[in-house]
């Protein structure tokens, strides 16, 4: 029901009730019928379900299934010899997922409590009319029907369709966006014929839960409870919309496929070539037993050849650079919910943010005043007014336009706690809605003046004078021309226009009625105030523009007032560029999709409209944040690819659904975060680039040493390199620098895969050469072994080659590491010369010291398969020399990669 546009007599008759209230068994029936006035709470995830669904990540499905395979592979080997040695693959397999799991629940171990917080915004009690008399219950035992007393400092319990209001003011910003509190009555609402409904926002008449009676008092019957009322819908808003996957998820999950179908690939291929060689051409006469034995020999290699191919260490690499990522966003007030909320930043193409509050400073201010005596204009503003300032404050409490006022004679050292000492009030006339305007009385020495203050147009209808340069002038009709003037040129600029007026008296006047005070008065002057923005916000819209990401506003507010904000930060450049809510109800979401391109700014919306306007963007395929700190945004922020709450003023229902929560209330922050982001993404893919050309060439010299029947690397040498060559430079990686045109770059579009833009080519050249130099090495340490070639296709061991080859693995993927601080950009260039990564270079120290210990430590010697004593020094020498190869030859790659780039 529209309640909203009917008289309140109807109302009551329609929820067969009165003024009087509902009979004490009437209101029981009903609460039993329709339940109690609470939100349903859902099903809390347990952390085991939690722990499950995080295991769910292809990456480490296939870890897992790598880990059983090779478990199999090893108790087929080894029959009932083997030991727990033997599985020490599986076990550092097994451990990488746990570990990459429990950093995963710890960054996100904060379960989502947007129902609670609901909850605790309901009003814990609230006086009901019953049988005709007032009583104070719990609000969740209140029904449709009822009939609740309510004045300044009560919380809203459910959704009312006002009877009775006197001077009632409701904060409703958490709901509807708007700064200022919105004046109620009783009337019935008349439709625009061009309209389908009333914007909840004008629905002036009613009272909502979850907002707040902030003056005034009043009374009024309840027409919706629990989930029927509006918050409730939000709420049901909440549980509908489901999370995404993140562009960083996306890409991972490109990447499991990929790398299982290599894996199947490489098993194939293998197991093939192996039968052929070892049952077809080994000239063994042919058996059934011999395809058997030599089948489960073949299948073995493979899969020890399969399982080379997988990065394990890779997710928990990517995890922990989260971390850290989560880490230094926290100290540029940027707190992470959401651990891959890190890297979606970094491809955000569109920051739809509410307006109240996240680009204003969500406080009323007097920025402009029309008048020749601006020190009386502030005294008469801040005297008739109920605000109040503390000695030594600087901001007053109460109601936030008289807070604007009083806050504004504070500015010209004119505080309301010395007025007041000095002109107590003795009198006043409160301020109603139909003469728009209120009046105090106040007692100056052996005399009273009386102070006036509204709307212009109707205090100007009582003045017959003005001051100018301390004389009192008859009013004339150019003069109130000039001021209606002034008064539409403040209002044009979206400011809410006051005026202000004064009488003076010998004696205390007889009687303080409106109609005897409001006459005779003189004009001071006119005070505009807005909900200014911050100023940092400038610089952050310009910043979002220069790293192409466009920001659209949506607000509850007016659309006069969003579009002043919107023109002066620099969001739209007219009028044509700003939609209101209402006209939203006419299109479908396909029509939708087409013209969210052409509105910046929205105003007057509702939350479903919120959510219509992030799904329209995420339609057309670009990366979509929302930002916000009311109730009215959290479905919206729960729909977006990253939702942005903020810390202060942020309800926390929104901060429950945010992935991400501004700390400070920044906006500016939200460009560090992006910036950030795109850093984080960028190492995530220096350290994909570097791990799996490294991988790619772990996988070659593997699989033609099996083809070639020799042995390059052992069992132990995979191991090592896996787990500390890859890993520590890798996380070394994920400690870089943001690289200088960072914020210069455009949005990567959300259809670049891991292999885009030539990654792909890259890795596979990279690969190859790493295998070309692993090869040689081993070529040349068989040679100085042996003197000659000779058998090294025989399946001989030569420890030492294989010494040299580990060695040369191992410096090669450092200095591989080492070129990969930029995946375009040279190496040499002052950028880079200049932010020296500290991380990496301890990182090349510590694996160069523990690969030296490796092969030089006798105890060690033996586990690598070296006789000790037999490593030369000209052999190390040899190895770091084809490594150090890698640095020329990678720079000279993406020198060529830049200059067909520039060329294209």
């Known amino acids: 029901m529209k309640w909203y546009l009917q008289e309140k007599e109807e109302v009551l008759r329609e929820l067969k009730t009165s003024e009087n209230g509902l009979p004490e068994e009437e209101a029981a029936r009903r609460l039993q019928e329709k339940g109690l006035n609470k939100l349903k709470e859902p099903e809390k995830e347990s952390l085991f379900s939690r722990f499950i669904h995080s295991l769910m990540d292809p990456m480490i499905i296939m870890l897992i299934v790598a880990a059983a395979i090779q478990a199999v592979v090893t108790v087929l080997e080894k029959g009932k010899d083997f030991t727990l040695a033997d599985f020490a693959d599986v076990i550092v397999i097994l451990a990488v997922v746990v570990i990459n799991t429990v950093m995963s629940l710890v960054q996100e171990s904060k379960a989502e409590a947007a129902m609670e917080a609901l909850q605790q915004m309901t009003a814990a009690t609230s006086k009901v009319v019953r049988g005709g008399q007032v009583r104070v219950v719990k609000s969740e035992e209140l029904c449709p029907g009822d009939v609740i007393v309510l004045e300044a400092g009560d919380a809203v319990p459910a959704d009312c369709r006002i009877l009775e209001a006197y001077s009632l003011k409701a904060e409703e910003a958490a709901l509807t966006g708007e700064s200022v509190p919105v004046l109620k009555m009783t009337d019935m609402l008349m439709l625009h014929e061009r309209t389908a409904d009333v914007p909840l926002g004008d629905r002036r008449n009613m009272l909502y839960s979850g907002s707040t009676v902030v003056y005034g008092r009043g009374k009024a019957v309840i027409t919706a409870t629990g989930m029927d ?36 690939g490489i098993c194939v291929v293998v197991f093939a070539i192996g039968i052929i060689q070892s049952v077809f051409l080994s000239g063994k006469s042919f058996s059934w037993t011999l395809l058997g034995e030599e089948a489960l020999d073949t299948f073995i290699a493979a899969i020890a050849l399969a399982v080379a191919a997988i990065p394990e260490g890779l997710p928990a690499v990517v995890t922990i650079i989260l971390s850290i990522g989560v880490t230094a966003m926290s100290k540029r007030q940027a707190l992470i919910r959401k651990l891959t909320a890190v890297e979606t930043l970094g491809c955000t193409q569109i920051i739809c943010s509410d307006k109240t509050g996240t680009l204003t400073q969500n406080k009323m201010t007097v920025v402009d ?138 004696t205390m006047p007889s009687s303080v009625e409106p109609e005897d005070l409001e006459r005779n008065l003189i004009f001071i002057g006119l005070t505009g105030m807005i909900d200014p923005c911050r100023p940092e916000v400038y610089d952050a819209i310009k910043a979002c523009r220069e790293a192409g990401v466009r920001p659209i506003m949506i607000t509850g507010d007016h659309k006069d007032t969003a579009v002043a904000i919107g023109l002066d930060l620099g969001i739209i450049k007219d009028r044509e560029e700003a939609l209101v809510g209402a006209e939203l109800d006419k299109y479908s979401d396909e029509e939708m999709i087409e013209l969210v391109t052409r509105y910046s700014v929205y105003a007057r919306v509702q939350p479903e409209h919120k959510t219509r306007i992030v799904k329209a963007w995420k339609a057309r395929g670009m990366v979509t944040a929302m930002t916000g700190d009311g109730v009215n945004d959290a479905p919206s922020i729960k729909a977006a690819d990253i939702g942005i709450g903020m810390g202060i003023t942020g309800t926390d229902v929104t901060k429950s659904v945010a992935d991400m929560v501004l700390a400070d209330d920044n906006f500016a922050t939200i460009v560090n975060a992006v910036e950030e982001g795109r850093k984080i993404y960028d190492n995530v893919l220096k350290v994909l680039q570097f791990q799996l050309s490294t991988n790619m060439a772990e996988v070659i010299i593997m699989f033609l040493a099996s083809l070639l029947n020799f042995t390059i690397l052992s069992p132990v040498h995979l191991l090592w390199i896996n787990m500390v060559t890859d890993s520590l430079p890798g996380l070394a990686l994920g400690m870089e620098k943001a690289e200088g045109d960072l914020m210069k770059r455009k949005p990567r579009p959300t259809t670049d895969g891991i292999f885009s833009g030539g990654a792909g080519a890259d890795m596979v050249w990279q690969g190859i050469y790493l295998a070309v130099i692993e090869i040689a090495a081993y070529f040349i340490g068989y040679h100085l072994e042996n003197g000659s070639m000779a058998g090294i296709f025989h399946g001989k061991l030569c420890t030492n080659a294989m010494a040299m080859a580990f060695l040369t693995v191992n410096f090669a993927e450092m200095f591989c590491a080492v070129c990969m601080r930029s995946r375009k950009g040279s190496l040499f260039s002052k950028d880079m010369l200049k932010n020296i990564n500290w991380w990496l270079v301890g990182a090349f120290a510590v694996t160069t010291l523990l690969t030296l210990v490796a092969i030089y430590l006798p105890g060690l010697q033996t586990v690598f398969g070296i ?36 060329e294209a």
Do not use: W
Request: aromatic letters at 8%; one cysteine or more; proline letters at 5%.
């Open 867 to 902: 006789e000790p004593g037999t490593f030369q020094f000209h052999e190390l020498l040899i190895s770091f020399g084809l490594a150090l190869s890698v640095v020329p030859a990678f720079e000279i790659g993406k020198a060529i990669h830049r200059k067909v780039r520039k």
């Open 229 to 264: 009322t509006e918050m409730g819908k939000i709420a049901d808003a909440l549980t509908l919309a489901e999370k995404e996957q993140t562009p960083l998820q996306k890409k991972m999950t490109e990447l499991s496929r990929f790398l299982t179908k290599l894996v199947i």
């Open 369 to 506: 005043a029309f008048t020749d005596d601006e020190p009386l204009l502030a005294r008469a503003m801040a005297l008739c007014s109920d605000a109040e300032i503390a000695p030594g404050e600087e901001h007053s409490t109460g109601e936030p336009t008289e807070c604007a006022l009083v806050d504004y004679a504070n500015r010209l050292g004119l505080p309301k706690y010395r007025l007041k000492e000095e002109m107590p009030r003795v009198g006043e006339a409160p301020f109603d809605s139909l003469r728009k305007m209120m009046s105090t009385v106040h007692a100056d020495g052996n005399d009273f003046v009386q102070y006036t203050k509204g709307a212009p147009d109707e205090v100007l209808k009582c003045c017959v004078g003005y001051l100018k340069n301390g004389q009192i002038l008859p009013m004339t009709e150019d003069l109130t021309e000039r001021i209606l003037r002034a008064n539409k040129a403040f209002a044009d600029r979206a400011l809410r226009v006051l005026c202000a007026a004064y009488r003076k008296y010998d």
